[in-house]
């Protein structure tokens, strides 16, 4: 199976679902912004992850890795407890990046099997949530959300 590590940090995803499944898995992307997680993840797993902002990621480039799995944690920070502001939730220029992944996941050809995705306590209460799982109903996924 073939993995998009998206928001990919120092490679938790990476490792998590190597563990979980085995042997048979290939992270073929990791995108991150953070160059010092990048310089980490190149360490940890031996590639380094694009830094190309998500926020313009194309369904084409998506398309070319034909993964079966995509594994993400976007960005909290729009949508944890503490943030009290009025820039919540896709107001937050932070959800830039996920919303775009989901209007590419509308445009894909080669579209993946699974998603696994984890946020923060609330994450499901969001208008982002609720975009990404209608996005993955409209596809065709069935989703579970524990």
């Not at 590419?104 to 499901?124: D, M, T, W």
Request: charged letters at 20%.
């Amino acid at each position: 199976m073939r993995a998009i590590e998206f928001y990919s940090g120092i490679g938790g995803w990476n490792c998590a679902i190597k563990t979980a499944l085995g042997v048979g898995v290939e992270v073929v992307s990791a995108y991150d912004v953070n160059p010092a997680a990048n310089a980490v993840y190149a360490i940890n797993h031996g590639s380094r992850p694009s830094a190309k902002s998500l926020e313009v990621v194309t369904a084409e480039e998506l398309d070319a890795y034909y993964a079966d799995i995509w594994m993400m944690s976007p960005p909290c920070q729009p949508h944890t407890r503490n943030n009290t502001t009025a820039k919540r939730d896709d107001a937050d220029p932070r959800s830039a990046s996920f919303s775009n992944i989901i209007n590419q996941l509308g445009r894909i050809k080669n579209p993946p099997r699974y998603f696994i995705l984890e946020n923060v306590v609330g994450f499901e209460k969001y208008i982002s949530c609720s975009d990404f799982l209608s996005r993955i109903v409209d596809c065709g996924f069935l989703f579970d959300p524990y």
